[in-house]
Structures are given as C-alpha cells and as structure tokens.
C-alpha cells in the first residue's frame, strides 16, 4: 500500500511544464464555467433540455439493465490516471433559476458515465434543488449534453442512474476496495474543475443505517458525484457528504473543527440498482 500511496504523492509533485502536464492541459475555470453556461442556456432557450418536473417525476423507478464495462485489474501510475479519468469524469450541470436576479445560472457538480451510450451515475441531491430547471452533463472538452431521462433512482442511498444524449463516452467500471487501500477523488469542488485529491479508505459504516464508505481524500461542495478511484483506475464509490466534527458536539463560537468525515456512496449500493441484461 505504501508503494501506491507513494505513487499518488508523486503526482502533486509534478512540475507543470512536464509533458504529463502538457498533455492534459492546463484549466481555465473561468472559461470552462462561462463556456458550459452559455451552452446551457442556448440549449434552453431552444427548448432541448427536459424540464426538472419530468425528470423527478421519474425518480420513482427503482432499477434498470444496463451492461458495465470489465473492471480493469492492471493498477496504473497516478499521472496516468488522472489522463485516462478525465474523459470519464463529467460535469454534472445544472440550470438554475437565481432568487436575487431572475436570471438562468449554472451550478455545477460531478458525474460519470456506466456505458459509453450515455448512462450516467450522480447523486439524488443534485435531482432535489427547488430552483433547478434543467440538467445536462459536459465533458472535459466541453461538449454538453442533455439529460433525459432517470432510469432507476434511490434517495436512501442517494444515487440516480440517468440517460443522456451523449455517446461515445468513456465509462468507469465499478469494483470494490479494502479498507486500507488507497483510492483518488477527482471531481469539480467549489468550481475548481477536474481536481484529484488522494487518500485511503478509512473504514466501511452505517450513517443513519445507510452503506457508506469513509475516505480520507479530500472534497467539498460541487464534488458530489465524483467518483472514487482505485489504483487501476476503476470506480469503487462515488462522493456522497461531509460530516464535521468538533471539540464539543453542540459546538459553539469557542469550539474548534477537529476532523471533516467524508462519506462516500459504496459502489455496491450503485450496482444494486440495475441488472445485466440477459444474453
């Protein structure tokens, strides 16, 4: 394990002239932002984004077929990873309608694809947002694509498994990981796009009697969705939340943050929402 996590390091050291770095590019997230929201509302203002209502209304389906890609088992160099996860992690956009200006925003979080036709995976919180009008994902060469259709949906476990038009996709394969091994997150936190963190997972619980797997990669708001990688490059989870925790836990103003618990949704309890479809 120490020889992975000694890998994983490896890649923040990475100077950003090297040809790694030159290859995946560097990210202007301004620009990527402007761009996937201008997109955003020209598909909307040409009535091809499906209206929110109709896609909650579909929540209710509990599974679906579909065929997941062969886990790969060769485990592959950090730079490596972050090149191939790229074209799988999307951003999971979402038009919304602003309070305070009455204009159309983007509120961008994570996604990823389970087949290259366009299934994707994200979290049932993104569907919830009471301003949110419509949703499409976009991928890291900034082509945007509507969502269309929910095809199997559980709010307990907080995953939503959901069609969009896009293809030739790049899917993650789901596995499993130990406790102890380590794993990556790379996903979009506070508009910063296409960022990997690294850690291990700490431990499998119940929170509130639901599955979830406890990492110590970093993340934070607009992660949501993003995949947790192991050392071959498969998905063993998908962010879920963060859970804060201080010196007294009815805090006050002379308490201190001791620990950030981030709790992730096990891959398993994404599987458990499709079957294979029978040959």
């Known amino acids: ?7 994983w ?15 995946a590019g560097y990210v202007d997230d301004r620009a990527l932002l402007q761009s996937l929201t201008r997109q955003m509302q020209q598909l909307q203002d040409a009535g091809k984004l499906t209206p929110l209502k109709l896609l909650r209304a579909q929540l209710a ?23 191939r996860a790229q074209a ?27 087949t290259a036709d366009g299934v994707c ?19 890291r060469d900034e082509r945007v694509f509507p969502v269309t259709e929910v095809l199997a949906a559980s709010e307990r476990d907080d995953v939503v498994i959901f069609r969009t038009t896009a293809e030739n996709l790049t899917p993650l394969a789901l596995d499993v990981a130990e406790v102890g091994e380590p794993v990556a997150v790379l996903s979009h936190p506070g508009n910063l796009f296409y ?7 700490a431990r499998y619980c119940l929170d509130k009697g639901v599955p979830r797997m406890q990492i110590t990669a970093d993340y934070a708001v607009g992660s949501s969705g993003g995949p947790v990688l192991n050392s071959a490059g498969a998905a063993v989870g998908m962010v879920a939340t963060t859970q804060d925790l201080y010196t007294n836990p009815q805090h006050g103003p ?16 994404i599987r458990k929402l499709f079957k294979e479809p029978k040959e």
């Open 195 to 201: 960022v990997l963190t690294q850690g291990a997972v």
């Open 9 to 23: 390091a490896a890649l923040l050291l990475c100077a950003p002239n090297r040809s790694a770095g030159a290859e």
């Open 61 to 83: 389906r509990t599974s679906c077929e579909l065929r997941r890609p062969a886990s790969p088992r060769k485990p592959r160099p950090p730079p490596e990873i972050y090149r």
């Open 254 to 269: 002379h308490d201190h943050l001791q620990m950030i618990v981030k709790l992730c949704v096990p891959a398993a309890s």
């Open 1 to 7: 394990m120490n020889r992975w996590l000694s890998m």
């Open 88 to 114: 799988s992690v999307l951003v999971h956009c979402q038009l919304y309608l602003c309070d305070k200006c009455q204009r159309l925003h983007l509120n961008p979080s994570t996604c990823f694809p389970l």
């Open 121 to 139: 995976v994200a979290n049932y919180h993104a569907f919830t947002a009471s301003n949110t009008v419509a949703m499409a994902v976009a991928t």
